[in-house]
Antibody
């Protein structure tokens, strides 16, 4: 059974830094594209970042230069380093597995999310 | 960037109704279009991928159509468990993925 468990969400002040983690199990982690997708309270879904199995990395324009995605295939884990946080980064952050390996196909498994609140 | 729009933004329907949601892309995305269902307090779940393919385990009352810029998600006979918010998402651009704003389906 595929499981994705996010952690690291907290209440943090604007300008702060935070690292989210996602522990994956139930599939061969290094074979698949992994994403971070966020959802602000009461709002829609926003794609944040991807890290493919062969090392390609991409970011949404809204987080480029502030967020860094990484993965440790030996620990079956995905990470999101978030710097220079803004109030508008407040959201539930989902770790998402893609059906695809080298490129995205569709998002087939989602974690339950970890809540990041940026507030003074 | 490819922009996605959905209509309507919300709709009220009764159990047994046929429901159709429309998604439009700002440029042609071939059939790189996926549909997700999200219930309150839950993570989204994929229903349809590649515009028309039903994800394993999803009831056959869900169907998708379209290519290019115009797509639809239909529910042939709405069931109580189908009341949720539905999002379309393009995967044509492999560096910037975008979702539609969502369509909330609630009980009339």
């Amino acid at each position: 059974e595929v499981q994705l468990v996010e952690s690291g969400g907290v209440v943090i002040q604007p300008g702060g830094s935070l690292r989210l983690s996602c522990a994956a199990s139930g599939f061969t982690f290094d074979n698949y594209v992994m994403h971070w997708v966020r959802q602000a309270p009461g709002k829609g879904l926003e794609w944040v970042s991807l890290f493919s199995g062969d090392g390609n990395i991409h970011y949404a324009d809204s987080v480029k230069g502030r967020f860094t995605v990484s993965r440790d295939n030996t620990k079956n884990s995905l990470y999101l380093q978030m710097n220079s946080l803004r109030v508008e980064d407040t959201a539930l952050y989902y770790c998402v597995k893609d059906k695809g390996a080298r490129s995205s196909w569709f998002f087939d498994y989602w974690g339950q999310g970890t809540l990041v609140t940026v507030s003074s | 960037d490819i922009q996605m729009t959905q209509s309507p933004s919300s709709l009220s329907a009764s159990v047994g109704d046929r429901v159709t949601i429309t998604c439009r892309a700002s440029q042609s995305i071939s059939t790189y279009l996926n549909w997700y269902q999200q219930k309150p307090g839950k993570a989204p779940k994929v229903l349809i991928f590649a515009a028309t393919s039903l994800q394993s385990g999803v009831p056959s009352r869900f169907s998708g159509r379209g290519s290019g810029t115009d797509f639809t998600l239909s529910i042939s006979s709405l069931q109580p468990e189908d009341f949720a918010t539905y999002y379309c998402q393009q995967s044509y651009s492999t560096t910037q993925f975008t979702f539609g704003p969502g369509t909330k389906v609630d009980i009339k």
